[in-house]
DNA sequence: TATGAATGAGCCTTCATTCAT
DNA sequence: AATGAATGAAGGCTCATTCAT
């Protein structure tokens, strides 16, 4: 069991980040919150992480990884084609709107990537994953039920994520204006209308 | 002069932040890059706006309008029903994409607002007149067309600007993942995939 | 008179640097203990010198032309060849053993310099200048008195220059090793020892 | 094994530390620096040294000996009266000017030595046997030659020395300004100049 | 109206030192 | 004898804010 003390305190260290972050954003988190909520001095954070930069690249990552695995989970296990298709809308909306603190901290590093090119290769690769895995359940299910998109297949997965990630946005500055049921309902109804019946 | 010198200074300022803004970021800005942008002491921009919140508060406001007005313009004066839809979608995802100054401090200002309560009635009422302004542009284009939408006519706008929103950043952080023509036909298609014949 | 109150501030922390530099040497001294020296806040000597280095080379130019400007005197108005020659090296010894603070600067500068590239040239033109005034006194002296040195005449500043910078560190580690007569006579000697008549 | 572990790892610590003190300088070298030269952790330096003062007082003396030891052989075993004096100076100040690791580690501890009167005493010794080395070459061959010198007798190598160090730091600042043969030619005419036949 | 000077809190980082193992 | 983890005190620097002029 001589593989640390270390990697364990690091993991705290990332989490109690990802909780600050998720708190009170990046710009407004400083070493000493994480170090604080982490129940360290900020020496010991620095031992760890030789850089702030070089923390919140792994708290991205994490936090990436993260909301990714709670993707595969609303897509699961789901055996039925389109039954569960509303569930699993309903959970990705869940997981971004209700702001787990790992959808909110990418949330955050994505604007961050406006003005700081090293965040945007985890992001990219996270957008592609998350696209990947939508398409990979998806499209067999479409041709199993003899349907096919309007558009091309590859902006499927975008779209949808692209609209949940928009809508996100405007419930979050005015939640009267959107209800999850509204949004789930608007995204189904638009999937469905993207397909047509194989010629 | 129907404007005061202090008014125009101020507004000098403002415009001067945006340009900060959009090229730095709010969290790498000071208000001394701003007053070095406006050509003018630090002392001068704590005269006209109090604290850094106040000119933000303007700020954000300021942007708003500028990509409010080009949205306008976007919609325009068209006449011919869906002739012009296409041309609507690509000025409107330039207006983003192309990343104009306003529209980046509006998205960067976004994200603070994931943090700061302030900041939100403000990007409220942003998103909620553009959905409007979508609204009464195409809702009687609808009904003269005999066309009804599929689902709740109060988020059709707000599904158009979420997925521009949405791509947006999908765009931004992989631009060989989506490209403009991608992204118009999409959203083009499936705004007409949610429109059905009036019964 | 509007030639700033920011010019007095900073002739200020320039001196204060020196009395602590002097005191504490380079390395142990933070710019906080020369902003209390100087009477000020740490952010007042950033608002005047933007980074330390930029202080410690304005601190340096000040401290060489300040040992100069003593060296210039040491040679000074002397009309009576050799008369005073002895008390110029004297004064030139008391300057530098005696450990006036910008003497003392500019040793422990010199030191620094073997690892900091961008204090050299400050330095360098510090000893061409203080050989040159040398020069200027004692050649025309030579002629005048029809001798001539036995050795290259640009030696002859670098040599007397040379031998009282060494002879101050032995005399600093160990002050008992030498006496000031003892520098001056042996320096007077060896002055003298390398000259001969003209042929 | 004579020694044990112990004393051979604190030795690879003190060679360690020179190498890094010649390169870095003692203001920018920290106790990782030496560790990582050295090989080992930083724990292992304290578990050898309590303190960093500790590590370069040894460090100090140890590079004082090697000095001295190159000096001695500088001198060596001439036979020839003179004819190997200007051989012996172009030695000393090889090793001064060419910077071995250990000069340059010596000459940067008496920088340290303005403010730390710790270092002094060692300082001292050193110069103190450089002079006696010196002496005891040099004293026996004049008599031999029947000369003496026309300064007192202490002050011989004390000046060569001192004229050895002062002019290495002008050489340093300015490596155009003087030559290496400069140097030796001025200060073998010096020496020879302070000379007369014994009366 | 506008400026330059000054402040003080806070930030990221470095580092000698301690300690359990 | 040696290591890695952790600490806490500085250190240099940035920045929003205040204020006299």
Redesign the interface.
Known sequence: MRYKKSEISAGQIVQAAIRVLA??????TSLMDIAREAGMSKGAVHYHFPTKEALIQVVLKTACDAVQARTIEAWGDSTQPFVSLRKSLETLWEVRANRTDEA?VV??L??????DEKL?PQ??SF??RAATQISEYLLPQLEAAGLAS???ER?LP??V???????V??A???PD??TPD?VV??IE??AA??LQVRS
Chains 1, 2, 3, 4 share one sequence.
Do not use: H
Not at 110 to 115: N, P, S, V
Not at 161 to 167: A, K, P, R, S, Y
């Open positions: 708190r009170q954003g990046y710009a407004r909110l949330a955050d994505l604007a961050q990537a406006l003005y945007r992001l990219a957008y592609e309007k558009i091309d902006m975008r779209i994520i692209g609209l949940l990630d928009g809508l946005m405007q979050f500055v005015d204006a959107l509204d309902t608007a109804t638009m209308s993207l």
